[in-house]
């Protein structure tokens, strides 16, 4: 079993960034095959944003956010990152981070069906 809890949610202005942590528990985070963060905003699917696997050997990323995040894993901590620059308004939603105990290949990195584990979520606001 894995406990994914997130962080680091809050409001930010348009342009500016916010860093968002996920701390894993129950396995060591170097065991966990492929970490990813989705988003779901009001009255909306939740989404793909990038996903992560076991020694950062493949990154992917949503189109809609390539080129301003930034998922970083540090095993020492046991901890997953999301780096997220250059914000805008309809960046704002629930950022969750999901665990896959497979390793993901990019065609399903973005399907949430093969992710196991889900945090609960913290919320992003970005104000323009």
């Not at 500016?16 to 905003?41: P, Y």
């Not at 105990?101 to 104000?127: E, F, N």
């Amino acid at each position: 079993q894995v406990l994914l809890v997130e962080s680091g949610g809050g409001l930010a202005q348009a342009g500016g960034s916010l860093r968002l942590s996920c701390a894993a528990s129950g396995r060591t985070l170097s065991s966990i095959a492929t970490m990813a963060w989705f988003r779901q905003a009001l009255g909306k699917e939740r989404e793909f944003v990038g996903a992560v696997t076991r020694r950062d050997i493949t990154t992917y990323y949503a189109d809609s956010v390539k080129g301003r995040f930034t998922i970083s894993r540090d095993n020492a901590k046991n901890t997953v990152y999301l780096q997220m620059n250059s914000l805008k308004p309809e960046g704002t939603a629930i950022y969750y981070c999901a665990a896959s105990k497979v390793v993901l290949a990019i065609p399903r990195m973005s399907a949430q069906s093969w992710y196991d584990y889900w945090g609960q979520g913290t919320q992003v606001t970005v104000s323009s």
